[in-house]
């Protein structure tokens, strides 16, 4: 199957964009895909069929539009910047990473000078649904960009929302975060609290659970806190650490008071201070960091 005559690259195949390209090669598109740290998801998608660049100048030159699934602003700056002397004009830069909007501003300017689109489309979800090709994507472009990737997009998201222009699905994602974070501040701190005042959380589960209160978030983040399975949701507290300031950084610039979105940093800024840090500590565990600072083991 041959879906059309774009030619994709991919950089970032981490726990979200290992399944992302994986749908990209296997609906018809050619993928060329590049390794960092983990050699393992680039040599499974070359085995499907993807091509492995020895640079991402390189990348560049084998591909009309470019996918980036990255940690956050400072690694997607210094991607592009090594991306910029194979890009020809008329390609397109898809940063689906969740970053500052300030510097997705600059880059889609910069990029204009050389004849190169830039879209922000970050992802909602989790790594089992980039596996199966159904995650979320909030997208900021222009209409004409938006029309030419979307057919892209939706070989690895099911729900795609047009938010509006350049900048703006890296504004929605922070807000979408600030939601879906503030939900793990709120859980971990009643979690705590009940434990504390004599309710299981099995008990505290079976009153939420089926109720007003539940949602999608609250089953996988208590995949974690009730059943243990640590991977119930794989999205670090770092990471939920960066976004929160960006958040708070985004706010700032709009000259708006964030008592709330404060309140969950902090709660990640605790978490972050007293270990953490680490590749395997995800944001459910948020929940064992804020039990112990209140002197629950």
């Known amino acids: 199957m041959t879906a059309t005559k774009e030619k994709i690259g991919f950089v970032g195949t981490g726990l979200m964009g290992h399944g992302m390209a994986k749908n990209i090669v296997e609906k018809g598109y050619s993928l060329t895909v590049i390794a960092h740290r983990n050699r393992a998801p680039v040599d499974d998608l070359v085995a499907r069929g993807a091509t492995e660049a020895a640079s991402l100048a390189d990348l560049a030159r084998s591909s009309t539009i470019i996918f980036l699934c990255l940690t956050g602003a400072p690694e997607v700056a210094a991607t592009v910047a090594a991306l910029k002397p194979g890009l020809a004009r008329g390609s397109v830069i898809v940063d689906c990473s969740t970053s500052d909007p300030t510097v997705t501003l600059r880059l889609a300017a910069e990029l204009a000078e050389v004849g190169v689109e830039f879209v922000d489309a970050p992802l909602s979800r989790t790594p089992k649904e980039a596996w199966e090709g159904t995650l979320d994507c909030m997208v900021g472009a222009k209409q004409e960009t938006f029309t030419r990737v979307q057919p892209v997009i939706a070989t690895w998201a099911a729900k795609i929302v047009h938010i509006g222009g350049v900048g703006d699905g890296h504004k929605m994602k922070l807000l979408n975060n600030f939601l879906s974070l503030g939900y793990a501040a709120l859980y971990s701190e009643a979690l705590a609290l009940s434990r504390k005042v004599g309710i299981p959380v099995s008990e505290f589960d079976k009153v939420i659970r089926g109720g007003r209160m539940d949602c999608g978030f ?78 629950i083991r």
């Open 218 to 295: 609250y089953q996988t983040f208590m995949g974690y806190a009730l059943e243990g399975n640590r991977e119930a949701h794989k999205f670090t507290i770092g990471n939920a650490y960066k976004d929160m300031r960006y958040v708070e950084a985004m706010a700032n610039a709009a000259t708006v008071a964030t008592p709330m979105a404060s309140a969950v940093k902090n709660s990640f800024a605790l978490a972050m201070a007293t270990g953490g840090d680490g590749p395997t500590d995800y944001v459910p565990h948020l929940s064992d960091f804020v039990a112990r600072a209140n002197g």
